[in-house]
């Protein structure tokens, strides 16, 4: 399980997320400093950890790199819950207080996501909903690509 992203972690690779491309630091650097000051040495160091911890891959262009996801926020957010989950002492309790949080839109999704799982065999008949579509499409970066943590526990970076 991957260790939660730090505060300036997290806004590094929401941009690249976002992106869905490779980037450089500039192109970070550039998009923070909307935000925040920010140096590009720091950005450039917050980069090169998450290259360090297998969240990002990078390819040499010149003297700079271009850096690009190796897996989904989506698969990010799930090892998350999972790794929550798993730490409960009664995890069907947790999974009903988890649900009665959820807004009805996300309570729609897990129905979605549910049927997605079971596979077409054991789904009724009807129209999905939008987020079902998008979860059924993964986004280029988003196929077989190894979890971070995965390459980790094999003692890989």
């Given at each position: 399980?991957?260790r939660p992203?730090?505060?300036?972690?997290?806004?590094?690779?929401s941009r690249v997320?976002?992106?869905?491309?490779?980037?450089?630091?500039r192109?970070?650097?550039?998009?923070?400093?909307?935000?925040r000051?920010?140096?590009?040495?720091?950005?450039?160091?917050?980069?090169?950890?998450?290259?360090?911890?297998?969240w990002?891959?990078?390819?040499?262009e010149?003297?700079?790199y271009?850096?690009?996801?190796?897996?989904t926020?989506?698969?990010?957010a799930?090892?998350?819950?999972n790794?929550?989950?798993?730490?409960?002492?009664?995890?069907?309790?947790?999974?009903?207080?988890?649900?009665g949080?959820?807004?009805?839109?996300?309570r729609?999704?897990l129905?979605?996501?549910v049927?997605?799982?079971q596979?077409?065999?054991?789904?009724?008949?009807?129209?999905?909903?939008?987020?079902a579509?998008?979860?059924?499409?993964p986004?280029r970066?988003?196929?077989?690509?190894?979890?971070p943590?995965s390459?980790?526990?094999r003692?890989?970076?």
């Open positions: 399980m991957p992203l730090g505060e300036l972690e997290d806004a590094v690779m997320w976002k992106w869905n491309r490779p980037v450089t630091v192109e970070v650097l550039e998009d923070l400093q909307k935000e000051s920010i140096a590009y040495t720091t950005v450039m160091t917050v980069l090169d950890n998450l290259h360090q911890k297998g990002v891959r990078r390819e040499a010149g003297r700079a271009r850096y690009e996801a190796v897996s926020r989506a698969a990010y799930a090892a998350l819950m790794d929550a989950w798993s730490q409960s002492d009664n995890p069907a309790a947790a999974l009903v207080a988890f649900f949080m959820m807004s009805e839109e996300q729609q999704s129905s979605d996501a049927r997605i799982v596979g077409p065999e054991t789904q009724e008949p009807t129209e999905p909903s939008e987020s579509e998008r979860a059924e499409r986004e970066g988003e196929g077989p690509e190894e979890n943590a390459a980790q526990d003692g890989g970076r």
